[in-house]
C-alpha cells in the first residue's frame, strides 16, 4: 500500500495479525475488536498501530492498549508516523530550525573571541569574494544567520 492508499479495515486486521503474531484471540474477542475498530478512521488507526507496536515490546495484544494510542493520534487529527516525519516540508522546517540554532552558536562563539581574529577572518572573505562590501553591523549578534555561519567556519582556518 502507498503513503497515499486509505488503507482498509481488512489492511489493518492483517497488519495487526502479522505484528502480534502469536495472539489468537477468542471467538468473542475478534467479534469485539472487529465492532471497536472496524468504523474508526483507518489512517488513523494504522497509525496507532504503528505507534502501539512501537511503543511496548510485548507479544500480548492489548485492545486497551492500541485505543489508547488511536485517541491519541484522534486527538492531535495528524497521525504521526515515520512517513509523514520524512516528507519533505518536515524535513525543510526541520534543518531550517537546525541551520538557526547552529547560527545562534556560531555567534555566541564569535562574540567571544578576539575581535582582531574576527575582523582578519571577515577581511579574508571579503578577499575571496565570500563577502560583499557592505560593512557588518559592529555587534555580532545583530548578524544574519549567513554571515555568522561564514565567518565562524573562516575563523576556524
Request: a positive charge; hydrophobic letters at 40%.
Amino acid at each position: 500500500m502507498n503513503d497515499n492508499a486509505e488503507p482498509t479495515w481488512s489492511d489493518v486486521r492483517q497488519r495487526i495479525n502479522g505484528l502480534w503474531p502469536k495472539y489468537q484471540p477468542t471467538d468473542a474477542e475478534a467479534a469485539l475488536i472487529a465492532q471497536r475498530l472496524s468504523g474508526l478512521r483507518m489512517r488513523w488507526l494504522d497509525a496507532a498501530v504503528e505507534s502501539y507496536r512501537c511503543a511496548d515490546p510485548s507479544t500480548v495484544f492489548r485492545l486497551a492498549d492500541l485505543l489508547a494510542h488511536y485517541q491519541r493520534i484522534a486527538q492531535s487529527g495528524e497521525p504521526r508516523t515515520a512517513a509523514a516525519e520524512q516528507r519533505p516540508s518536515a524535513r525543510a522546517a526541520q534543518w531550517e530550525a537546525e541551520r538557526k540554532a547552529d547560527a545562534e552558536r556560531c555567534r555566541r562563539q564569535l562574540a567571544q573571541a578576539p575581535r582582531a581574529d574576527v575582523a582578519a577572518a571577515v577581511a579574508r572573505l571579503r578577499k575571496d569574494g565570500w563577502l560583499g562590501g557592505q560593512p557588518l553591523p559592529a555587534r555580532v549578534g545583530e548578524w544574519s544567520d549567513t554571515h555568522a555561519l561564514i565567518v565562524f567556519a573562516a575563523l576556524g582556518q
